[in-house]
């Protein structure tokens, strides 16, 4: 017992962010303990992260380049092996080739093969923000985009060719919703639902400097301090 508290204590001390990855697969499915763990990473060691991102993150925790990339199948509700398919789609000839844009994500994920409430739990934890930052268009354009995804694969599979190239780029793409973005404390809100902690930010945030002066005590001891 005492080796293998010496081995822990030597990892996290000198390799703190793969440390921290290998500890949050261990537990990747319990929300709670992830909550912690994340509390660990970002307050208690200061360890850089990359939060859920389509274009970065992998179905399970991983370090890339001395990041925690945070991990999709890690978002309640999605399911590992429906996000190792986003993943592997990501990839060509075993090369990176990031989604351009939501439509080129649409033409090669399968989305109704993902579903919609694991798309739904991407869009709320903001992993397509680097295709599109308006979460809440994103969201209310996710039946469109999935009409769009099925179409394609469908005729990939019944090996119907277009003229001008491959399956699907004669298909028009599906207009995008006209809505607003949420407002700072939905998005906050509902990347919670998705993540099942606050991880960009926390809705006392802007509260912060009239507590700290008001000498608050928080939940963790300290005084203004989220």
Same mark, same amino acid.
């Given at each position: 017992m005492r080796v293998v508290s010496y081995q822990t204590g030597w990892l996290k001390a000198n390799h703190p962010v793969e440390f921290m990855a290998g500890v949050m697969n261990c537990d990747i499915h319990l929300t709670d303990k992830l909550a912690t763990y994340f509390e660990e990473v970002k307050k208690g060691l200061g360890l850089p992260y990359v939060p859920p991102c389509v274009n970065r993150s992998e179905a399970t925790f991983n370090v890339v380049k001395g990041e925690l990339v945070y991990a999709l199948g890690a978002l309640k509700n999605v399911g590992l092996d429906v996000m190792r398919l986003v993943a592997e789609a990501r990839r060509e000839d075993g090369h990176e080739r990031p989604f351009a844009t939501l439509f080129d994500f649409a033409r090669r994920v399968n989305l109704k093969k993902v579903g919609k409430r694991p798309l739904e739990m991407l869009t709320r934890a903001g992993a397509f923000d680097q295709l599109d930052r308006n979460r809440r268009r994103v969201?209310?354009?996710?039946?469109?985009?999935?009409?769009?995804?099925?179409?394609?694969? /469908?005729?990939?599979?019944?090996?119907?060719?277009? @003229?001008? =190239?491959?399956?699907? +780029? $004669?298909l028009p793409e599906p207009r995008l919703a006209g809505t607003p973005d949420w407002l700072p404390?939905?998005?906050?809100? /509902?990347?919670?639902?998705?993540?099942?902690?606050? @991880?960009? =930010?926390?809705?006392? +945030? $802007?509260?912060?400097?009239?507590?700290?002066?008001?000498?608050?005590?928080?939940?963790?001891?300290?005084?203004?301090?989220?």
């Open positions: 969201f209310d354009s996710l039946e469109g985009l999935v009409g769009y995804s099925a179409a394609i694969h /469908e005729q990939k599979n019944s090996n119907q060719v277009s @003229l001008f =190239g491959e399956a699907g +780029d $004669d404390a939905e998005r906050l809100n /509902e990347e919670f639902k998705a993540i099942g902690f606050y @991880l960009s =930010g926390h809705p006392l +945030d $802007d509260y912060m400097p009239a507590l700290k002066r008001k000498d608050v005590l928080t939940l963790d001891g300290g005084h203004g301090k989220g």
